[in-house]
Structures are given as structure tokens and as C-alpha cells.
């Protein structure tokens, strides 16, 4: 897995104001945190503009329930340097270890049989699983990527975060913005959407979904196997989606993708040297059950990809009709 910075975000951040933090703090973690490589799902493409890796360090724009915060984080000898600007500041540093994984147990996972995984544990002992608990944010980037590309996806995130999320506080990148509340989502017109890419099946179940804003936030609460079973009961939120939810707001070390595109031919690929599919997948990784995730990620870790033959997915603009 490949992580840069973002040359723009680097630029803007090292030219706009820096007036003193409304709050820091230094995380000292029990376990060695890879910032990049666990933020890493967070970030939605390299122009993302809530989730910026520069230079100057990780930056990060949400909302809390005393409202909007930008975090900075920095990797410091004795630990990691958190600082944060807005009026949700104090309630986002308290997120953030929870975001780096102070929850995340790995001792139960044995990867010690196969060669490549435990190889890859030992290269990446900083890669943790990511409990952010930011629901809306999660559950609005997962439709808005269900069956299209990376590349389309991570535009219309782009293009509605910036259009309809607020400035980031403080002296953030200055095209960081705050992604959109609750309600937000739902106010979005149907002629931005459009523009953006995302079609009408798509947008109406992000509209419909946060209007249940309230039993949204009630999922932070769950396991994470009970949250993924609850969020599929929300009309067009199925086993892709909800399994891409709960990785990032619950670090499930369990919920696995099935029906992605890419996944079960990559990961078959790498562990036993041919493509699978769904099902050869989910018998693949059976050994490991109530730890999939991890081995998951563990794999794409390596950076191994399959030779590609077939046909590719076919970018689709619909913004013109």
C-alpha cells in the first residue's frame, strides 16, 4: 500500500495563519501507531478535503456534538502531538485514540502458518484498526461508492463536501472543509447531486438514511456485527456498505466487503495465487473468523496486486443528460 502527502494541502497549510491552538494534547499510544497506514480508510482520495496528509502532519476536519473540530497530528519521539481548533476541539481530542486504535486488540489473531501475513505483521506493527465513530460521515462516503470507481467516487465526495461541508477551524488547509451534518446531506439539492455524479438510487438512500440521524448514532453503541446487521435493515445499505461503515466508526476487526469488485480476486491472489470469488473468499478466510478484517487489511498492506486481463469498469458521466 502506497501513502503520499498531498503537495497542494502541504503548500496551502504552510501559508495560512497560524494562530496559537485552542487545545493540545500528546497521545502516548501502549502500541506503535502508523499514522498513515490507519488513517489511511479515512481518507477518501488524494484531494479528499476533511482527511489531508501534508507535510506538516494529519489533518482532519468533523463534527462532534459541540459542534466542528480540525485535528492536527503529528508524530512526536515520545508520542503523538494532537492539537485542535473549533468548538468541537475538546470532544475531538478525545476521539482520537480511540480513532488510532487504542481499542484495537491484535493479540488473538495467528498468522504464524502462513509466511506472506506474517510477514506482513511484522513489516507494519503500527497499522491499527480505525474506531472513529462518525457515522454520518462514514455512511454518506460508502454510498456515494457503491458500484462505480474509486475515481468517480472519490470526485462527487470531493465536489459535496466542498460545496455543502463547512470551512475547517483554525489554520487548516484552506480547501479543508467539515463535512456535511445530518441534515445537511438531506438538504442537498437534487441538481447537485446530479452534477456531482451521483445518481438518484444513491442519493436517496444517503437523504433517507440521515434522516434517521438519531438511530444512526445509537449504532455507535453496538457491536459491530449487531451495527452492520441494523444498518442493512436501511433501504439500499447491503452487505458492501454497511461492512464499509463499520470499519471505520467500529474498527470491526470481522467485516469483510463481500461484493466489492477487486477484493476476493486480490486476496485470493495473494494468499493462495488465484482469483476468487464472494464465496471462495468467505471459505478462504474462515480460519480466521472474527478477525477477517485484520487479515484483510494485512494483505493489502503488502502493496500485492493481480495481473489485471478483464475488462475494466467503464467510467459512466451521467451529469449531461
Not at 515520545?78 to 485542535?84: L, V
Not at 462516503?141 to 457503491?146: F, N, P
Request: glycine share 8%.
Amino acid at each position: 500500500m502506497t501513502l503520499s502527502l498531498d503537495p497542494v494541502a502541504a503548500h496551502a497549510s504552510a501559508h495560512a495563519s497560524a494562530p496559537a491552538p485552542a487545545l493540545e494534547h500528546e497521545y502516548r499510544p501502549e502500541h506503535e501507531v502508523d499514522l498513515l497506514s490507519t488513517l489511511h480508510p479515512h481518507r477518501r482520495g488524494r484531494h479528499d478535503p476533511a482527511t489531508v496528509f501534508a507535510d506538516d502532519g494529519v489533518w482532519l476536519a468533523f463534527r462532534t456534538e459541540e459542534g466542528a473540530a480540525t485535528v492536527r497530528l503529528t508524530r512526536r519521539t515520545s508520542g503523538i502531538r494532537m492539537q485542535a481548533w473549533g468548538p468541537g476541539a475538546g470532544q475531538a481530542l478525545d476521539s482520537i485514540p480511540a480513532l488510532l486504535g487504542a481499542h484495537d486488540d491484535w493479540s488473538g489473531l495467528d498468522v504464524s502458518a502462513h509466511p506472506l501475513l506474517a510477514d506482513a505483521r511484522h513489516r507494519h506493527p503500527g497499522l491499527r484498526l480505525t474506531r472513529s465513530q462518525r457515522v454520518t460521515d462514514a455512511l454518506a462516503a460508502a454510498v456515494i461508492e457503491q458500484k462505480i470507481t474509486s475515481t468517480e467516487a472519490f470526485r462527487a465526495w470531493r465536489v459535496l463536501v466542498t460545496q455543502h461541508g463547512d470551512p475547517a477551524p483554525g489554520p487548516a488547509p484552506r480547501h479543508m472543509r467539515v463535512p456535511p451534518s445530518a441534515e445537511g446531506w438531506r438538504r442537498i439539492p437534487s441538481w447537485d447531486w446530479h452534477r456531482a455524479g451521483v445518481d438518484p438510487r444513491r442519493s436517496r438512500t444517503v437523504v433517507e438514511a440521515t434522516a434517521r440521524g438519531s438511530a444512526l448514532q445509537r449504532l455507535v453503541g453496538r457491536e459491530g456485527a449487531d451495527a452492520r446487521r441494523l444498518l442493512e435493515t436501511f433501504s439500499g445499505i447491503g452487505v458492501w456498505t454497511s461492512a464499509e461503515i463499520v470499519q471505520r466508526t467500529h474498527g470491526d476487526p470481522d467485516a469483510v466487503s463481500f461484493g466489492d469488485y477487486h477484493l476476493s480476486k486480490t486476496i485470493g491472489f495473494a494468499l493462495v495465487g488465484e482469483e476468487l470469488d464472494d464465496d471462495g473468499l468467505a471459505e478462504l478466510l474462515e480460519p480466521w473468523s472474527g478477525q477477517r478484517q485484520r487479515v484483510v487489511r494485512l494483505v493489502l498492506a503488502t502493496g500485492i496486486t493481480r495481473p489485471r486481463h478483464g475488462a475494466r469498469i467503464t467510467i459512466q458521466d451521467h451529469r449531461g443528460h
